[in-house]
């Protein structure tokens, strides 16, 4: 079984750019939350997905958006990059059962520089 | 609101060395806990979790028990490993898809 994949590993972008990070959950989970990872703040949840709808949502600005296809694929894209937006973005797919017993599964994450 | 505290590290052991990985938690209600490892250059697997309270996870060697008194969720490991050199988080959960992590202890083994 395929574990979480995403895309690219890597990326360098300039300030004021945009980017957009790719994740492809296990094949059967719908849900797909997405983090970010930084020296300072730690692993911060930005949002989750399931069933192509925002179910929840960290708090983070409106740069930050994210969406799913029917295929429970995600997609996050960050609008008008900040420096302070170098980070490790971490994908985690999940089947739909109860918040209580959830079990993520972590991508090995996209390593943006914002330069 | 919610919150996970971890002990700061790094932790360097001996290998065979006891491991002991504190972690505090601050939640309404009744969290589930988790631990998750993330070795270099990796994502975060899941270690072990645990969903009410008294409740022990296991995995590995490595074992927590659930301590809705003392709010604790400490990760335990009897004899460490060279190959347990990673960086660990607590985490719990209360809502679908939003894990709070604590902000990591780095663990290294040496031989």
């Known amino acids: 079984k395929a574990g979480v994949t995403q895309t690219p590993r890597y990326l360098i972008k300039t300030r004021g750019q945009q980017v957009t990070l790719s994740c492809s959950p296990i094949s059967g989970h719908r849900s797909v939350s997405w983090y970010q990872q930084t020296p300072g703040q730690g692993l911060q949840f930005l949002f989750e997905?399931?069933?192509?709808?925002?179910?929840n949502k960290g708090n983070f600005p409106g740069r930050f958006s994210g969406r799913q296809f029917s295929n429970s694929r995600s997609e996050m894209n960050v609008s008008t990059l900040e420096l302070g937006d170098s980070a490790l973005y971490l994908c985690a797919s999940s089947s739909d059962t109860s918040p209580r017993t959830i079990e993520a599964f972590f991508g090995q994450g996209t390593r943006l520089t914002v330069v | 609101g919610n919150s996970v505290t971890q002990m700061e590290g790094p932790v360097t052991l001996s290998e065979e060395a006891f491991l002991t990985i504190n972690c505090t938690y601050t939640a309404t209600g009744y969290p589930s806990l988790f631990w998750y490892v993330q070795y270099p250059g990796e994502g975060l697997q899941l270690l072990l979790k645990?969903?009410?309270?008294?409740d022990k996870g296991s995995n590995k060697g490595f074992e927590a028990t659930y301590r809705k008194e003392t709010t604790s969720f400490h990760l335990e490991k009897g004899s460490v490993q060279v190959s347990d050199s990673a960086v660990y988080f607590c985490?719990?959960?209360?809502?679908?898809?939003?894990?709070?992590f604590g902000k990591g202890t780095k663990l290294s083994v040496k031989p």
């Open positions: 997905y399931f069933s192509e709808t925002q179910r």
């Open positions: 645990a969903t009410k309270a008294d």
């Open positions: 985490a719990l959960s209360r809502s679908q898809g939003n894990l709070i």
